[in-house]
């Protein structure tokens, strides 16, 4: 790390959206210094960074955010940070909620500590999410809108999120808080559904639609998230949140016919199981507020969609190991959901 350059901070940067980040930050900003720090968990992947593990303007830091000696000095160290460490799957934290209180809370509470003794501190990015608005009937949530979580993922995010916020406002930490999307991409982690329903049709095993498949989710290409981060982290206001969508609302039975018809497959893979327990029903966000400020996404969804096909299909080396770990997970998951059709 040399003095002239930027230091960014990226917690989570193994993961799915920050391994994305990563890659992006260090290819548009040839000033910057790119620190990642990652725990990784079940979620976290050294391969996920093979291409610039090794790059001169990249350090990986193999650590827990609930760790203060460990993540604190790299807080102080830097000149922006952009935390995307979190436990971040639904089903899971339904299951089993601790891990989620622990460093999506928790966790943003000890960066923050020490973001309040880094006086050179630019930016702190609080990554968010749309799903702290909990369920959207109808219309889109605006930044000003009321947080109403609706599962232990959610809560934790709408905790971290307001806790995050709370620095600003108590001790002029420079914190943004941005609210994205469902995010697709390559290098998802193949629990979500678009890499599960992909890969589990590249194997030829039926994929799980939960309860009648009317849910909306809005996707956003993780590459729109990553310009989206970039200008907000130039010209976001310090308090302000940002919400990130990608304006492709879309109900997951519809998205489960476009993989099949993109997979080459047909109606008989999709098995309809039991519906998740407090299944938000929709989200939507409102992203004039981002749009003002000169950004729209550029990938449509229908091109994304098919790339991320096409890029499952060429890394099978990338997701079949970690299918097979999973493995007793995922029977798990079978096991609440499969057993039980929905109709
Ligand atoms: P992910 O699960 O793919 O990755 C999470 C990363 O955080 C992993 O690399 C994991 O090892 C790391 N991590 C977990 N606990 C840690 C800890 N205690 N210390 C250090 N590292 C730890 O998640 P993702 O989908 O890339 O999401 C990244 C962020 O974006 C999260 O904060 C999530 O809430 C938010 N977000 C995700 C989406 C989405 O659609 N995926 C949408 C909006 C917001
Ligand atoms: P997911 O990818 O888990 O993201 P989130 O719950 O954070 O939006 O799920 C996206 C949608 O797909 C959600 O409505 C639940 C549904 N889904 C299924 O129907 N089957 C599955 O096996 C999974 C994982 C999700």
Redesign the pocket.
Known sequence: MTSTLTNVLV??G?????SNFVRYAIGAHPDWHVTT?????Y??RRENLHDVMDNARHTFVH????DAPVAGPLVEAADIVVH??????VDRSILAAGDFIR?DVE?TFVLLEAARRNPKLRRFVQ????EVYGSVAEGSSRETDELRPRNPYSAS?AGADRLAYSYWATHEVPVIVTR????YGPY??PE?VIPLFVTNLIEGIQVPLYGDGGNVRDWLHVLDHCRALDLLIHQGQSGEVYNIGGGNEVKNVDLTHQLIRLLGKDESFIRRVEDRKGHDRRYSVSTEKLRAMGWQPQVPFEQGLADTVRWYRENEWWWRPVKERDAEYRAYIEQQYGGRRAH
């Open positions: 917690t989570g193994a993961g799915f959206i920050g720090l990652d725990k990784l968990t979620a976290g650590g827990d955010i609930c995307f460490a979190a436990e971040t799957h460093t966790g990554i968010s999410t749309d995010k994205a999307s469902n995010n998802q982690f979500k």
